[in-house]
């Protein structure tokens, strides 16, 4: 239990149109580790993941990216924190005009700066961790949406984040395509990626998740192991939250998932 | 008939050849200071502050709100007599032409600038910026690329109209195709056969120009950003 803190969020606040959206959240990611974000939709979740990136920039509050407290003042530190912090976004907004190869590629060249063949072998090798390494010159018009979402997990996952966010990644898609999509977060959660996950897939999170963290109303209101929260006697706002979820799917699906992740 | 392609070869072609420069140098800057205008004037109305955006949709409302005929004349006949102190300006009708059409058609332009502009989901953007671009790479890679090919055949047919609708710089006394082809009409008195050139002089005009840009739209096609064009 001592991996180092990749991620620290403190006290982040943030209003919109006068309506308080964050209220002072707080928590930490350790090395390796995958905190999952559960909560009813206008919780805050997607407005939280892109305050620790600054795609919306909290109006007060830290985020420490391996100890060091990111000035969001600062273009240059910005830009820097963002080269580490993989974003994974419900949508995929994959990059229409490019194929799935140059989607991965084109800030390995842009920001990072890599000659044209190192980025292309870097993004063929990222496609093929998640499966398309023969879908590479297809544009996203050509891919379903399972496929995007996995050409979006290899474009992030190229530029070598420290931390991925993902912001409800299988929730735009097809029932039969969220497993394609769930089996590459799997694989990252055990290959030890540190990652922030937004989701309504409890059950299938609970298996992963080293920590529940469950809003509402811009606060986190819960937090804890999944099995913890989980447990059909805890009285937990997670617990009624899963087990409602699961019966509007009517696939009973909410209860502890089994041994945790080695 | 006979007559008529001796005609046609002997007084029509020479005639219409020396307009047809004319056109031509009317044509060229016009359009390219209407793109030029238009794609200013479009990214400054999606992206401008809001003043800024205010007079510009007024200046596009303006001119696609008013003839061109009237339009033209103002710059011909009108702008001499609006003094600014003792300054007044005045334009040759080739200036007028030019200005005129590229004003005009800088409004239509910038209407399918915005609109190529508009279609970039937001989501791009923000993707780009996550992955560490800056404003400037997000724009130039990911948004330019995609307006383009959104706003091009929009652009295109803009252009063929401008081809067509220069035919108007004529009224202002511009010796352009239209308004050497009507000289020759009035002095020999065969219209029929004149105007008949006439227009085939513009059909050939605007196949060149639909041909160069339908080779321009293959060119830059791809999955999901088939033109669509009638
Ligand atoms: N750009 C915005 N303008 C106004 N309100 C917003 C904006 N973004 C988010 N909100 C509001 O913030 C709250 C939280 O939204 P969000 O972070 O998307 O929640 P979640 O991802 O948990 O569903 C919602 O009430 C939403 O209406
Ligand atoms: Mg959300």
């Known amino acids: 239990m001592d991996d180092p803190v990749i991620l620290r969020v403190e006290n982040i606040v943030k209003t919109i149109g006068g309506q308080r959206i964050l209220d002072d959240v707080s928590f930490s990611v350790k090395k390796g580790h995958l905190k999952v974000l559960i909560g009813p939709s206008g919780a805050g979740k997607s407005t939280l993941l892109s305050c620790i990136n600054f795609l919306s920039p909290p109006d007060s509050g830290t985020i420490s990216l391996d100890g060091k407290a990111v000035d969001g003042k600062s273009r240059k530190e910005l830009l820097a924190l963002r080269q580490q912090v993989g974003m994974i976004f419900q949508d995929f907004n994959l990059f229409d005009h490019l194929s799935a190869l140059d989607n991965v590629r084109v800030a390995l060249v842009k920001v990072k700066g890599l000659d044209k063949r190192a980025a292309t072998n870097r993004a063929m090798e990222e496609l093929a961790r998640v499966g398309l390494a023969d879908k590479s010159t297809l544009y996203p018009a050509q891919l379903s949406g399972g496929q995007k979402q996995r050409v979006s997990v290899a474009r992030a996952l190229a530029m070598d984040p420290k931390v991925l966010l993902l912001d409800e990644p299988t929730s735009a898609l097809d029932p039969e395509l969220i497993g394609e999509v769930l089996t590459v977060i799997r694989d990252l959660a055990d290959l030890g990626m540190t990652m922030v996950m937004a989701t309504h897939q409890i059950s299938f999170s609970a298996a992963l998740a080293d920590e529940f963290l469950f809003m509402e109303r811009g606060r986190i209101v819960e937090r804890g192991a999944p099995s913890q929260l989980l447990a059909r006697d805890s009285g937990s706002r997670t617990q009624s939250f899963c087990a409602k979820l699961s019966e509007l799917a009517g696939d009973g699906h909410c209860e502890i998932a089994p041994a945790p992740r080695a | ?230």
Not at chain 2, 112 to 118: K, Q
């Open chain 2, 1 to 230: 008939m006979d007559g008529f392609i001796a005609f046609a070869w002997e007084r029509i072609i020479p005639t219409l050849d020396a307009g047809l420069w004319t056109s031509i140098l009317l044509i060229v800057p016009a359009s390219l200071f209407g793109v030029a205008i238009g794609v200013s004037v479009g990214a400054l109305r999606v992206y401008g502050p809001r003043p800024v955006v205010k007079t510009l949709d007024a200046y596009v409302s303006l001119f696609r709100g008013t003839p061109l005929v009237v339009q033209l004349y103002f710059w011909y006949f009108a702008l001499p007599y609006v003094r600014i102190g003792d300054f007044a300006l005045v334009l040759s009708p080739m200036w007028a032409a030019i200005v005129g059409f590229a004003l005009c058609s800088g409004a239509y332009q910038s209407e399918y600038i915005r609109g190529g502009l508009l279609s970039i989901k937001r989501g791009q953007l923000r993707a780009a910026q996550a992955l560490g671009m800056t404003p400037f790479q997000s724009v130039t890679s990911v948004v330019l690329p995609q307006a383009f090919r959104r706003a091009l055949p929009g652009c295109g047919n803009e252009i063929i109209y401008l081809i067509k609708y220069s035919s108007l710089a004529s009224i202002i006394t511009v010796s352009d195709l239209t308004g050497m082809g009507r000289s020759l009409a009035k002095s020999s008195f065969r219209n029929t056969e004149v105007f008949v050139v006439v227009g085939l002089y513009y059909l050939a005009l605007v196949t060149i120009a639909s041909f160069l840009l339908k080779i321009a739209e293959k060119k830059l096609e791809i999955p999901g950003f088939e033109s669509k064009r009638e």
